[in-house]
T-cell receptor, first 110, second 115 residues
């Protein structure tokens, strides 16, 4: 089972780039890496997913090194509305092997 | 589309009581799942379903039952509530892929307190 480890919290300021790293040392060959965002009193919301190298969409980038033992979610030029908890999820097609990290609470300050 | 809906939003139970958390989705998704969220532990999978009539256990299934009689609905039953089941419960659905390989759409959650 891929155990996922994330920092508990991070602080940033508006306009900065934020990088949140997730460690998953025993990731399996078929595992994907997915990041979710959660605001207070809401369910998590999908941000981005990748398998290797780099993935970019309109809100974030995901960097995955060749050994895939970690991944980094990059949020460009954060704003106050990016204050949330970010979860890393690692798993493949075996649904019982999926594991969420404990989440990283990002606070963006003015 | 309403997406994934959950009822109730809040619930307080006494130890030993039973109840059903409701979950429905209107996106014609095959996969549905239940998670519990506890401080410092992220989301843990309770039960999931890959289609009507098919369910399976997740990481923490003890004390919970599920059934999937229709594509739209996936209720979670607490048989005899215990204080350890105090948590926030989330229902999610995804179109067709696995829970880790497809985008999951989460409901707003049910906050359950067991006294």
């Amino acid at each position: 089972l891929a155990k996922t480890t994330q920092p508990i919290s991070m602080d940033s300021y508006e306009g900065q780039e934020v990088n949140i790293t997730c460690s998953h040392n025993n990731i399996a060959t078929n595992d994907y890496i997915t990041w979710y965002q959660q605001f207070p009193s809401q369910g998590p919301r999908f941000i981005i997913q990748g398998y290797k190298t780099k993935v970019t969409n309109e809100v974030a980038s995901l960097f995955i090194p060749a050994d895939r033992k970690s991944s980094t979610l990059s949020l460009p030029r954060v704003s106050l509305s990016d204050t949330a908890v970010y979860y890393c999820l690692v798993g493949g097609y075996n649904n019982n092997d999926m594991r969420f990290g404990a989440g990283t609470r990002l606070t963006v300050k003015p | 589309n309403a997406g994934v809906t959950q009822t109730p939003k809040f619930q307080v139970l006494k130890t030993g009581q039973s109840m059903t958390l409701q979950c429905a989705q209107d996106m014609n998704h095959e996969y549905m799942s239940w998670y519990r969220q506890d401080p410092g532990m992220g989301l843990r999978l309770i039960h999931y379903s890959v289609g009507a009539g098919i369910t399976d256990q997740g990481e923490v299934p003890n004390g919970y039952n599920v059934s999937r009689s229709t594509t739209e609905d996936f209720p979670l039953r607490l048989l005899s509530a215990a204080p350890s089941q105090t948590s926030v419960y989330f229902c999610a659905s995804s179109y067709r892929g696995g829970l880790s390989t497809d985008t999951q759409y989460f409901g707003p959650g049910t906050r359950l307190t067991v006294l």
